[in-house]
Structure formats: structure tokens, C-alpha cells
């Protein structure tokens, strides 16, 4: 085959030639280990990304802390071999279980990790649980495997057997280490709290916005409204808009039961299947929830805008509203495009004029539609993306694919929700408060040249264009993104585009926010489902209570707020803020996890269909095809691509390549595939490529 070029790896049916690697190594670099479903292995740092040698990822998993050595492969790519592991990712997995008398064998659904574990012969877990063999279960690791050793697991709980419905799922949150189950504690003092207002209205910042036209405006099958909008036009051509979020911080005191579930959770869980919520169901659709034609208290943020969406002033404070309209984004869109509408959610006769909901409507699109110029304008970067969700049924079976966009309804709530939080971060970094912002860190050079190249590369950019992405420029990321909109190269340029960024994390103190371009930020808006918002609530209302009643007032409600002692909330908060950031992680993972699961069920009952789509992406593993009708994506394995010879993967162009017949395989070509597999347990769908039309970039 000859020596290979630093981007280039060859595979037939899978399988890969690498290069011999050097003896030479450098010291030590520290990263995330990544391993795909196929066994190919990279660590991501700071100083770069590097693909794992053959052998070299030793015993690390996925997701794992890992100290690495880097040397010279042939062809001169720097490789790593693992030298260490810092900290372990992978506490529990789902697996199946099975016996090799004496011991007990789990073997890891999760294709990423490669080892089968024991369960010791003094481990009475299986028996407990009632495990048979051909079960799966979720296993906790207990000792994990070295290069002399196995590893070794005990046995949570029995998941069930291979053909039960929701046994996808079930892996998922086995996978992730998800409870369905509410602490007792909790749940009990969630059922002990009422609403009163007019205790409420007591505290002299509070007030009584009960006469605003107020409304919440979510997605069809939302249970739970933590947000809602009031707006209206001013003489001189402006804006005056209010944002009311709900107010968990009043019934949530620092330190109770609910505070201590809701902190160890950190965020929700939105499954495909449930939602793993972070407050009891009495609070979160309930008490705090923001239903229409009800009393509710909220912390109100008041924002006055000139003509061309400039804020002139905002100011915040807690509140009790009373929303008098409930909208779903697709009745808001219709309205929007001049349809007369039926409002599903309201009770007869109790939804509002038609002119004053269409006038609402209007005047926060055009508010919104502004908000976007100016961000924009100074550099705020918007990525494309698409959300891919399985439809089911009362039983949780799949009955459709459903792929949502922003729409206009969606970016009236979104860019008033921006703006909220942008105020309110602003307030708290005036007043030099800690709190729970939200922090993203500019991208590296070295990973913005990376995907400029590629970029480059395929015809999605021009090669001019390199340089200011590559300095980070937000200005000319934003400018490829926008230059890619309805073309086939508009998954691949939002996605490597996005994969240079670094991740956004909650952190003490504000360090701006990179992309979207912003001084200081903070989320405040979903206090119901995550919890830096209600850090940031708590220490807002604390910053209030000082300005406006004095240390002495002020002092009253720390407790509540804050707590005292060594537990103080301002004690703690890098804490919270690494595991708020952690749990959004896994939160964020689980839940497209499940939608894999489901949509893989929804195409078992498909096998043999074929489907139009356009190639999205291309790895060593082979050829992913998005699907025209849903955009939903499956893969093409490179041991299916036809034919009997090698596929050579080019990393660079994004490029697989037929090394007899010379066929290339390119982004943006259009493809018929059909329906060749569906695992629902491990959300996997496979195409086989039936034909391949010319590139259309």
C-alpha cells in the first residue's frame, strides 16, 4: 500500500493499516479520551487532538481523564499511547449477563468498551436481584481492568430482557447512572409548600404585575413553564419588555431536602421517552409552573429598548403575574404567517383577542428579528442545527420522526431570553457577585485551523477565508455558516465548525461568553430545570435586598438564600458550578442517547425501505447519509461500501476512496440507501448504500 499521508488511514471491511510507530515521545499532555463505536480511539486537549496507536489506549475508557505520551507514526502523524488515567469516567454500564461458572460475566452493550467484566464468585448481587442468564442489567465497576487483571463489576439492579419495549431506555439511564425515583425527603416537603400571594406581596420588593398581559409561549408537549413575556411599544418607537421567570428560590430555601435533590441532580433530564425533572413534580408543574389564568410568583426582569433594539435601562425584581395566554411554537408560527388560529391550550372562552395576540406576536418577532441584527453586528455567531426526535405514542412506542428548526416562534422566546440573561448578568458583575455564570472560553487556533482546512478542502470555504477563522475571528465563523444555509455542506460546516468550539461551562466569576459574542452571562430563565439559574435567582434576590433594604434587611434572608456557616452557598459555588457543568454533560448525552433508542426502534419495523439523503459526514467508520424526509442520520459501515477492496479514508478532504475501482465517496453527494439494521438496544441504524449521484457542491 506504501506510506500514507498524516491524514490518511486505509480500512477494508473495517479494519485498519497503521504506520510503525517511533520511539521518541514527548512529555505528558493530559486530555479526554474518545473511543467510537468501532474501536477507534483520539484524546482531545488543549493542545490538540490526537489519534490513539494501535494497542495504545491500554486500559482507559471512554470519556476517561488520561495522560498521554505522543510519538511519530509513519508518515509523520503524531500519535498517543495513554501513559495514565487521572480520573475514570465510566462508573456503571448496561450489559448482558451471563455465567462462566464460577464466575459471573457482563458483557457492555456499549460497543465503546471493549472488556468484558466478572462478577466475583462471593457476590451475591445476581442472586438478589433475580438475574438470569441472557438478562441485561446495570453493573457497577468496582475494580476496573489493568493490563494483568480484569476488571470487576457487582450488579445494581436487573433491567430486564432483550425484547422488553423501554429496555433501550432502561440501558441509557443504567448507562448514565439515572434514577427515575424522587428522594422521599423531598417529595414530602414539596407536598407541605403553598402559594400565598398575599404573604408574598408582603415583601416590600415584591410587586404586583397581576394586570400585565402576560403569556407563555413553548413546545406542544411542555409540562412545566418556567418562562413568560410581556411586551408592548413605547411613544417614541421603542420596546418595553418584561421577562418573568418562576420564582424557585422562593419556595426552595438553601440547604432543605428539595435543595440538596435538586442540587446532586443539577439539571433535568429530557429522555425520549420521560423526563427525569430536577424539582418534585409539586414544584415544577405546579407551584412554579407559569399556567395560564393563574397566580404566580416570578422574578421579574424589565428591559426598555429603543427603536432599533438597543436596551436603554432594565431592571429586576421579584414579581406575582398572571398569564392570560398559553401558546404552543406551531399555533404562534401559523399566527404568525396570518393564519386564524384555535388556541388548544386555553379553556373556552377565555383566550384573548385575536388582534391582541397577533399584535403581540408581531411586535416581539420584529423586537426579536432586531435583537439578531445587533447581535450579529457585533459578532455573535449562530449555528444551524436541527433536533431530531422520535413522535411516540401513549405506550412509548415511535409513530413518526419529527425534526425541529428555530422558526420565528422559537426565536421570539429565544432572543428575549438572551437579552434576560444578559441583563441580569450584567447587574450581578456590576455589583462584583459571585454566581453561577456561563462562560465560553474562545476556540484554539489550532482547532479552528483544523476545520478551516477541511473546510477548505471540500469547497465549503474559500481558502482566503482560513486565516480570520483560524484567528478566531467570530465574524468570518459566522459568515461560512451563513454561506452554507440550504446546502448540502450545511451539516458539515455547522458541525466541524461547532466541534472547534470549546464546550461552555458555569463557572464563579463572569469570563464573557465567546460566541455569542457577550460581555457577561448567565442563564437566570429555567430555574425550574436547572440549577446555576437558581444560583443565580438566589444571588440576585441577595444583591437586591442589599441595595434596597440594607445590610440589615438584607442579612433577614441570607439564610434562606444562601445558607450559613461553612456550607454557604458562596463557599461552595466552584463546587457547584464543575458539577453543574458535569451533569449538563451527561444530561445532554443521555438524552440524545435515548433518541437514538427510539429511533432505531421506529426503523426496525423498515428494514428493506429505501430513502433519499445526502452524505453528512464521513469517518473511519464509514459513510453517514441524512435522510431527506426526517433528517434523521445513519451509517453506511465502511465493510458495506461495495465492492471487495479497500476504503481509503482521507481525515483532511472528508474523502473515502475506492482503492481499485478509485470511487470516491464526498460530503454532499446524494445517495438512495436502504434500511439494512436497527438496534434498539445500543441506538444503532445501518444503511446499505444502493447509489450515489454526483457531488452537488
Known amino acids: 500500500m506504501g506510506r500514507k499521508s498524516h491524514a490518511r488511514g486505509s480500512h477494508r471491511r473495517g479494519r485498519s493499516n497503521h504506520g510503525r510507530a517511533s520511539r521518541s515521545q514527548r512529555p505528558t499532555l493530559v486530555g479526554t479520551l474518545r473511543v467510537t463505536g468501532s474501536g477507534v480511539a483520539r484524546v482531545e486537549t488543549p493542545e490538540g487532538t490526537f489519534r490513539i496507536s494501535k494497542h495504545g489506549q491500554r486500559e482507559a475508557m471512554n470519556g476517561d481523564t488520561v495522560g498521554i505520551a505522543l510519538h511519530r507514526a509513519r508518515g509523520g502523524e503524531e500519535r ?120 408574598a406581596l408582603a415583601d416590600p420588593l415584591r410587586r404586583d404585575l397581576r394586570d400585565r398581559f402576560v403569556a407563555t409561549i413553548d413546545p406542544f408537549d411542555a409540562r412545566d413553564f418556567d418562562d413568560a413575556i410581556s411586551l408592548e411599544r413605547t411613544a417614541d418607537g421603542g420596546y418595553r419588555l418584561g421577562v418573568h421567570i418562576a420564582d424557585v428560590s422562593h419556595y426552595v430555601a438553601w440547604g432543605s431536602s428539595i435543595d440538596l435533590a ?61 398569564s392570560r395566554l ?38 416581539a418577532n420584529e423586537l426579536a428579528e432586531k435583537r439578531v441584527a445587533r447581535r450579529h453586528a457585533r459578532g455573535a455567531i449562530d449555528f444551524n442545527t436541527v433536533e431530531v426526535r422520535a413522535v411516540l405514542d401513549a405506550d412509548g412506542r415511535p409513530t413518526g420522526i419529527a425534526a425541529r428548526s428555530r422558526t420565528a416562534a422559537t426565536g421570539l422566546i429565544e432572543e428575549a431570553m438572551l437579552l434576560a440573561n444578559e441583563c441580569v448578568a450584567e447587574k450581578l458583575v456590576g455589583a462584583r457577585v459571585d454566581a453561577a455564570f456561563r462562560v465560553h472560553e474562545p476556540p484554539t487556533p489550532e482547532s479552528l485551523a483544523a476545520a478551516a482546512e477541511t473546510l477548505a478542502e471540500v469547497g465549503a470555504i474559500e481558502r482566503a477565508q482560513i486565516p480570520a477563522i483560524q484567528g478566531g475571528s467570530r465574524h468570518a465563523i459566522e459568515e461560512a455558516v451563513e454561506q452554507s444555509a440550504g446546502s448540502p455542506l450545511e451539516p458539515l460546516v455547522n458541525a466541524l465548525l461547532l466541534r472547534s468550539m470549546q464546550r ?95 429511533i432505531a426502534q421506529y426503523y426496525q419495523d423498515r428494514i428493506g425501505e429505501r430513502c433519499a439523503g445526502t452524505v453528512c459526514w464521513l469517518s473511519e467508520l464509514g459513510v453517514f447519509v441524512r435522510l431527506d424526509e426526517n433528517c434523521v442520520e445513519g451509517l453506511v459501515p465502511v465493510r458495506s461500501l461495495g465492492g471487495n477492496e479497500y476504503w481509503e479514508f482521507d481525515a483532511q478532504r472528508l474523502r473515502m476512496t475506492g482503492t481499485s475501482s478509485g470511487r470516491c465517496i464526498d460530503l454532499g453527494q446524494r445517495a438512495i440507501v436502504e434500511v439494512a439494521a436497527a438496534d434498539p438496544v445500543r441506538g444503532h441504524l445501518d444503511f446499505k448504500l444502493v447509489h450515489l449521484v454526483g457531488t452537488l457542491h
Not at 537 to 556: F, V
Open 326 to 363: 398559553r401558546l404552543d411554537y406551531g399555533e404562534a408560527d401559523r399566527i404568525l404567517a396570518g393564519e386564524k388560529v384555535a388556541l388548544a391550550h386555553m379553556p373556552e372562552g377565555t383566550a384573548p383577542d385575536d388582534e391582541v395576540v397577533a399584535e403581540l406576536l408581531a411586535c
Open 80 to 199: 498517543a499511547v495513554v501513559v495514565t488515567v487521572v480520573e475514570r469516567a465510566v462508573k456503571q454500564f448496561a450489559g448482558v449477563f451471563h455465567w462462566a461458572d464460577p464466575l459471573g460475566v457482563v458483557t457492555p452493550l456499549d460497543s465503546r468498551i471493549r472488556q468484558d467484566f466478572f462478577v466475583l464468585p462471593g457476590d451475591v448481587t445476581p442472586k438478589i436481584h433475580g438475574v438470569r442468564p441472557g438478562d441485561v442489567v446495570a453493573a457497577r465497576i468496582e475494580e476496573y481492568p489493568s493490563r494483568a487483571e480484569a476488571g470487576v463489576v457487582t450488579i445494581e439492579r436487573r433491567i430486564g430482557t432483550e425484547d422488553a419495549l423501554d429496555l433501550g431506555i432502561e440501558c441509557v439511564m443504567a448507562s448514565y447512572d439515572l434514577v427515575e425515583a424522587y428522594p422521599e425527603p423531598a417529595l414530602e416537603e414539596a407536598e407541605d409548600l403553598v402559594l400565598n400571594v398575599e404573604a
Open 504 to 598: 461552555a461551562l458555569y463557572k464563579p466569576q463572569n469570563e464573557g461568553h465567546y460566541a455569542l459574542g457577550a460581555a457577561a452571562y448567565c442563564h437566570f430563565t429555567s430555574p425550574i430545570r436547572r440549577y446555576p439559574d437558581l444560583i443565580v435567582h438566589r444571588a440576585l434576590k441577595l444583591e437586591l435586598a442589599r441595595e434596597r433594604l440594607g445590610r440589615a434587611g438584607a442579612k433577614e434572608r441570607e439564610e434562606h438564600l444562601v445558607g450559613r456557616g461553612a456550607e454557604r452557598m458562596p463557599q461552595i459555588l466552584p463546587q457547584l458550578c464543575r458539577h453543574s457543568s458535569d451533569q449538563e454533560r451527561r444530561a445532554d448525552a443521555a438524552a440524545h442517547a435515548s433518541q437514538k433508542v427510539k
Open 262 to 322: 435538586a442540587r446532586d441532580r443539577a439539571t433535568s433530564v429530557y429522555l425520549a421517552d420521560r423526563v427525569l425533572p430536577m424539582l418534585p413534580e409539586r414544584l415544577s408543574c405546579d407551584l412554579c409552573s407559569l399556567n395560564p389564568l393563574e397566580d404566580r410568583l416570578a422574578m421579574t426582569v424589565d428591559m426598555e429598548l429603543d427603536a432599533r433594539g438597543e436596551v436603554r435601562s432594565f431592571e429586576a425584581y421579584p414579581s406575582v403575574i398572571r
